[in-house]
């Protein structure tokens, strides 16, 4: 059975850091994607970043190029956004997501009915 668990969520203050984990069971990570999305109340599901465990490289959404890292964990079968610099905004739930068709990060990777497998999510407040 397919299981992704996001943890590590919580309140950070603006211009401050967060390192998200997004654990998989019943697959092994080895060239299937990993996406990240953020949902705030109210407001439509959006597209983070987009990871690819067959070369370790990510594909960031533009507005946030160069704050998201994402590193993987190969014995824990889990993937690490690092997220820097973050924004004051309303409080947002962020979901790890993977279809185990999909290798690369290609341009429909940004649209949430790509996916087949969700984690429950994980709250992240950035707010002084």
């Known amino acids: 059975q397919v299981q992704l668990v996001e943890s590590g969520g919580g309140l950070v203050p603006p211009g401050g850091s967060l390192r998200l984990s997004c654990a998989a069971s019943?697959?092994?990570?080895?060239?299937?994607?990993i996406a990240w999305f953020r949902q705030a109340t109210g407001k439509e599901r959006e597209a983070v970043s987009c990871?690819?465990?067959?070369?370790?490289?990510?594909v960031n959404r533009d507005s946030v190029k160069d704050h998201v890292t994402v590193s993987r964990d190969t014995a824990k079968n889990a993937v690490y956004p690092q997220m820097n610099n973050l924004k004051a905004a309303d409080p947002a739930i962020f979901y790890c997501a993977t279809d185990l068709t999909m290798v690369w990060c290609a341009s429909p990777w940004f649209r949430p009915r790509e996916y087949d497998y969700w984690g429950q999510g994980t709250q992240v407040t950035v707010s002084s």
């Open positions: 990871f690819m465990s067959s070369t370790n490289s990510t």
């Open positions: 019943g697959f092994k990570l080895d060239y299937q994607v």
